[in-house]
C-alpha cells in the first residue's frame, strides 16, 4: 500500500511511503505543513470526505490531503 499526500496551496507535501495493509497512521505520518509565505494556516490532513486522524487504518493505496485556512 502507499500512501501519497497532497497540499496543493502551500507547503511541501511529503514523499510518498509504502506500509503493510493494516497499517495505523502515526503523528509521524500527519505532519504540519509550513507556509513561509505567511499567507496560510496548516489545519489538518484529509482522507477524501474524513479527517486523517491517528489510528487511521490504511487497507489500500490512500492519498491525505492538506487543508489550510
Given at each position: 500500500m502507499t500512501?501519497?499526500?497532497t497540499s496543493s496551496v502551500a507547503g511541501t507535501a511529503p514523499e510518498?511511503?509504502?506500509v503493510e495493509a493494516g497499517y495505523e497512521?502515526?503523528?509521524?505520518?500527519?505532519?504540519?505543513?509550513?507556509d513561509e509565505s505567511g499567507t496560510y494556516t496548516f489545519s489538518k490532513w484529509k482522507i477524501g470526505d474524513d479527517d486523517a486522524?491517528?489510528?487511521t487504518v490504511?487497507?489500500?493505496?490512500?492519498?491525505?490531503?492538506?487543508v489550510w485556512e
Open positions: 500512501i501519497s499526500y510518498s511511503k509504502t497512521l502515526t503523528a509521524e505520518d500527519l505532519p504540519t505543513l509550513t486522524e491517528v489510528g490504511i487497507a489500500s493505496d490512500t492519498e491525505l490531503t492538506a
